[in-house]
C-alpha cells in the first residue's frame, strides 16, 4: 500500500513537471483544410509548418522556450474557419499560420484581429484580405490581381485570335481570380467568347462541355479548385475536346495529375517560381525528402511564414502580436523562399507570377511566360 502511495506521489510529480515544461512553451498554430476537398493542400502546411518548428526548436526555440504546433482544421469553411479562429483566440495563441483558401481566411482574419492573432497566410491570394486595414494580417504569396494579369497576358499573347472560355467556382477565390483573369484579358484586347460560373463540388460538367464544343473553344480558364478543374479537363476529353485548361495556383499539387492521369498533359497554371529550385530552399527540400515528402506547392511558403514570425519575435523580444508585427513590416527578412519585405498592408513586395506546364507522368515545369 504504501509502495503504490509513493508510486502514486511520483507519478503525480511528473505530471506537475511535465505541465510545467507545456506551460513554458510558446504554442502557435497552423490552419488549414486538414479535412475535405482541399486537404490536400491543408497537408502541404501542416507539412510545412510541423518541419519549421522541428527546425526552430532544435535551434533552441525561440525567446529561450520551445515551440508547440496546434493544427486547426477549417476544411475551407468560412464558418468553421471563424470558430476556429475564436478558438485560437481565446486559447490566447498569439500567431497563426493561415489558411489555405480566401473564403476562410479572411472572416478568420477579423476574428484573429479580436483575439490579438498576428495571422500569416501562406496561400490566401484574393486581394480583400489585406485592403481592409486589419492590423494583424500579413501574406507571403501573391495576391489574385497580379495572377490574374500574368494568367491574361499570357492567354491574350499566345492564343490571340482564338476562341476562349472563362469559368469560375462562384467562391472568394475563383471567381476573383477570373475576374482579374477576365480584366487583364480585356485590357489586352481579347474578349472571351464565354463566362460562366459552376458551383463548388459539382461533379457533372457535360452541360459545361458541351458549350465549350458548340463555340469551338480554344483553352478554358478556370477560376477554382482542382477537384473540379480536374473533372472538367476529363470530361472534355470523354467528350473528344481538345481544348487547352489553364488555372491559378490552387492546381499546385499532384493531386491534380491523380484525378486527370495522362489527360492532365498540357494542361497551364499560374503559380510563384518553384521555391523547392532555389538555393535558399536546398538543405530544407532535402529534409523534406528524407521523410519521403515532397515539399510542393504550398509547404514551403508555410514554413517561410514561420520564419518570418519567429525571426520577427527574435528581433522584437516578444511574441506581443502587434509589435511583431510592427517588426515584420519594418525590415526584411531571409527566408526558405528568398528574401521578403512587406508594404504597410502586409502584402509582399517581391514575388512573380510564372506559368507552369503539366506533363503526361504527372509533374509540372515552368515555362516561359512571355513564349509560345
Known amino acids: ?22 506551460a513554458q512553451d510558446i504554442t502557435i498554430a497552423v490552419a488549414g483544410p486538414m479535412t475535405g476537398s482541399n486537404s490536400a493542400f491543408g497537408r502541404q502546411m501542416k507539412n510545412g509548418a510541423e518541419q519549421a518548428v522541428a527546425d526552430l526548436n532544435e535551434a533552441g526555440g525561440v525567446l529561450g522556450k520551445k515551440l508547440a504546433l ?5 476544411a475551407c469553411d468560412p464558418k468553421q474557419a471563424r470558430s476556429v479562429a475564436e478558438k485560437i483566440g481565446s486559447a490566447k495563441i498569439p500567431f497563426v499560420a493561415g489558411h489555405y483558401c480566401s473564403s476562410s481566411s479572411i472572416p478568420a482574419s477579423e476574428a484573429y484581429a479580436d483575439g490579438n492573432v498576428l ?6 491570394t484574393n486581394p480583400l484580405f489585406t485592403e481592409r486595414k486589419l492590423w494583424n494580417v500579413a501574406r507571403v504569396c501573391g495576391r489574385d490581381d ?15 485570335g482564338k476562341n476562349i472560355a472563362i469559368l469560375n467556382d462562384k467562391s472568394t477565390y475563383g ?14 484586347g481579347v474578349t472571351e467568347k464565354l463566362f460562366e460560373s459552376y458551383n463548388a463540388g459539382d461533379k457533372d460538367f457535360n452541360a459545361i462541355v458541351s458549350r465549350l464544343k458548340l463555340n469551338n473553344i480554344d483553352l478554358v480558364y478556370v477560376g477554382g479548385y482542382h477537384q473540379e478543374a480536374g473533372l472538367i ?34 494542361t497551364l497554371f499560374t503559380f510563384g517560381p518553384d521555391p523547392r529550385n532555389k538555393p535558399t530552399a536546398k538543405t530544407i527540400v532535402e529534409k523534406f525528402k528524407s521523410r519521403n515528402i515532397d515539399p510542393e506547392g504550398y509547404t514551403l511558403y508555410t514554413y517561410a511564414a514561420m520564419q518570418v514570425w519567429s525571426d520577427a519575435v527574435k528581433k522584437a523580444g516578444t511574441t506581443d502580436p502587434k509589435k511583431v ?21 502586409g502584402d509582399i513586395k517581391q514575388l512573380d507570377y510564372v506559368v507552369y506546364k503539366w506533363d503526361a507522368k504527372g509533374g509540372y515545369t515552368e515555362i516561359n511566360p512571355k513564349g509560345a
Open 146 to 160: 497580379q495572377q490574374g494579369t500574368v494568367a491574361g497576358n499570357y492567354i491574350a499573347k499566345n492564343y490571340k
Open 119 to 124: 495571422q500569416i497566410t501562406p496561400a490566401s
Open 233 to 266: 479537363l476529363r470530361q472534355m476529353r470523354d467528350q473528344g475536346l481538345q481544348t487547352v485548361l489553364m488555372a491559378g495556383d490552387a492546381l499546385a499539387d499532384k493531386e491534380f495529375a491523380s484525378i486527370t492521369g495522362p489527360a492532365g498533359e498540357g
Open 175 to 188: 471567381k476573383g481570380l477570373a475576374d482579374e483573369t477576365k480584366k487583364a484579358l480585356n485590357k489586352a
Open 1 to 22: 500500500m504504501k509502495s503504490l502511495k509513493l508510486i502514486g506521489l511520483a507519478l503525480g510529480a511528473s505530471l506537475v513537471l511535465s505541465t510545467t515544461a507545456l
Open 325 to 345: 508585427m510592427d517588426t515584420i513590416k519594418a525590415n526584411s527578412w531571409e527566408t526558405v523562399i528568398g528574401p521578403l519585405e512587406f508594404d504597410a498592408k
Open 70 to 74: 496546434d493544427v486547426e482544421d477549417d
